[in-house]
């Protein structure tokens, strides 16, 4: 199931596959899956998060995109997941988000993986920060 993933998240691309496939990744992963049913709350979740996320950033964003891609597709009625392991939070997880809020996390995962990759002198943590904080569900006033 990993190496599903992986194969989804790198586009079959063996040279960067191979970048995945490390003890650190995986880990970042485990650690990801801990953190995400929590990241719809927001709350304390977005500073431990940002920290976890920070180390890797590259692949974190990465991550952040098939978890959220896997929450629409969820949203949709359909079962073709990046992370099939995890089918059960990512049901769990899906409810707590309105179609409109995921597809506006995409986005906002896009912009931030364009922010982050595209310029040296930002503050990763601080961009990861403001995007878990725009991850948070909308509650209905």
Not at 64 to 79: C, E, K, P, T
């Amino acid at each position: 199931e990993w190496a599903h993933l992986v194969a989804h998240i790198t586009g079959g691309d063996l040279e960067e596959a191979v970048g995945w496939l490390t003890p650190q990744v995986r880990h970042l992963r485990q650690e990801f899956l801990v953190l995400a049913p929590e990241l719809p709350l927001g709350k304390g979740v977005v500073f431990r998060a940002a920290a976890v996320l920070a180390t890797d950033a590259p692949r974190a964003l990465r991550l952040l995109s098939a978890w959220y891609r896997d929450l629409i597709v969820w949203r949709a009625g359909l079962d073709l997941l990046y992370n099939e392991d995890a089918k059960g939070l990512v049901a769990e997880v899906s409810q707590l988000y309105t179609t409109r809020d995921l597809l506006h996390a995409q986005w906002s995962i896009g912009r931030a993986e364009r922010l982050i990759m595209g310029r040296t002198n930002v503050n990763v943590r601080l961009a990861l920060e403001a995007l878990l904080v725009e991850l948070r569900a909308k509650r209905p006033a």
